[in-house]
C-alpha cells in the first residue's frame, strides 16, 4: 500500500500534531504496519524529561503504529468508536536506557496477531538500522462512543 507523511497519518491519532511521533507510513497491508521517525532527535519531543529522551518512550511510538494500523485497516465508524487505549504490555525487552547515542531514523514495525471485537493484540518492535532498541507485545482496546438522544 501507499506511504502516508506524518500529517496524514495524525488524522488516526488523539493527540494534538505536536504529540504525533511518527514521520510516515512506509508500508502497510492488513497483517502489519512499517513507520519510520526521525522525532526522537527534537529538542522539542513531548515525551523528553529533563532534556532526555527514555526508551521507555518508545513504547508511545510502538502505541501509534499500532492505532494507525487500526485506522487504516477497520472502520471503526460503523462500530460508533472513537478513543484507542493501549492495554497489557507483554515480553517488552529494552536494549537501551536513552535514545541518545541513536542518530538514525528508527524503523518501528507492528504486526497484527489477533483481532476480536474492537480489541486487537500486535507484536512490535523499534530498530535504529539493524539494532534492536525495544520489542514486545501490546493489546488496544477501542472504546465506542455514547449513544446521543
Not at 541513536?102 to 507492528?110: C, G, Q, S, Y
Not at 535504529?128 to 449513544?147: D, E, P, T, Y
Request: one cysteine or more; glycine letters at 6%; proline letters at 1%.
Amino acid at each position: 500500500m501507499s506511504a502516508f507523511s506524518r500529517l496524514e497519518l495524525s488524522k488516526f491519532l488523539p493527540h494534538g500534531d505536536d504529540m504525533c511521533l511518527l514521520s510516515s507510513v512506509e508500508c502497510w497491508d492488513v497483517s502489519s504496519i512499517t513507520c519510520l521517525t526521525s522525532t526522537h532527535r527534537n529538542h522539542d519531543n513531548p515525551l523528553r524529561r529533563q532534556g532526555r529522551l527514555e526508551m521507555i518512550a518508545g513504547l508511545e511510538y510502538a502505541a501509534q503504529a499500532m492505532a494507525v494500523h487500526v485506522g487504516l485497516t477497520t472502520d471503526i465508524s460503523e462500530h460508533n468508536a472513537s478513543l484507542g487505549y493501549l492495554g497489557a504490555v507483554r515480553d517488552l525487552k529494552i536494549n537501551s536506557r536513552t535514545f541518545q547515542q541513536f542518530a538514525e531514523d528508527l524503523t518501528i514495525k507492528a504486526s497484527l496477531l489477533l483481532e476480536q471485537h474492537m480489541s486487537f493484540m500486535y507484536s512490535f518492535s523499534m530498530k535504529a538500522n539493524q539494532v534492536m532498541l525495544l520489542q514486545g507485545r501490546a493489546s488496544i482496546f477501542i472504546k465506542g462512543r455514547k449513544a446521543t438522544t
